[in-house]
């Protein structure tokens, strides 16, 4: 089944941490690029973070930039984000897509052939 992953969500308080990982299931992401997203109850959904298919290239939206990471790891099939210093504004369902271009994060989103299932993050003391 072709598919993505998402996991390594949770309950974490402010401060902390939390790896997210974005696995394929079937086919190979080295050709796609990766993007991150969210949706927190009530809100649209948001661009997070994309990381580019050689992994050479990312880029962040503002409200996360220096808190969290984008990394692939292709002989893997997974992407990561690592999220650190979380805050309550930051629970959100995370998503990742594979993306047909690399997609500067606040653009239009580019197409994309598979889409995650997501994973809840939740920041709360």
């Known amino acids: 089944q072709l598919q993505l992953v998402e996991s390594g969500g949770g309950l974490v308080q402010p401060g902390g941490s939390l790896r997210l990982s974005c696995a394929a299931s079937?086919?190979?992401?080295?050709?796609?690029?990766i993007g991150w997203f969210r949706q927190a109850p009530g809100k649209e959904r948001e661009g997070v973070s994309c990381?580019?298919?050689?992994?050479?290239?990312?880029n962040y939206a503002d409200s996360v930039k220096g808190r969290f990471t984008i990394s692939r790891e292709n002989f893997g099939n997974t992407v990561y984000l690592q999220m650190n210093n979380l805050k309550p504004e930051d629970t959100a369902v995370y998503y990742c897509?594979?993306?047909?271009?690399?997609?500067?994060?606040?653009?239009?989103?580019?197409?994309?052939?598979?889409w995650g299932q997501g994973t809840q993050v939740i920041v709360s003391s």
């Open positions: 897509a594979a993306l047909r271009r690399y997609w500067v994060v606040g653009g239009p989103v580019p197409e994309y052939d598979y």
């Open positions: 079937g086919f190979t992401l080295d050709y796609y690029a």
């Open positions: 990381i580019s298919s050689s992994g050479s290239s990312r």
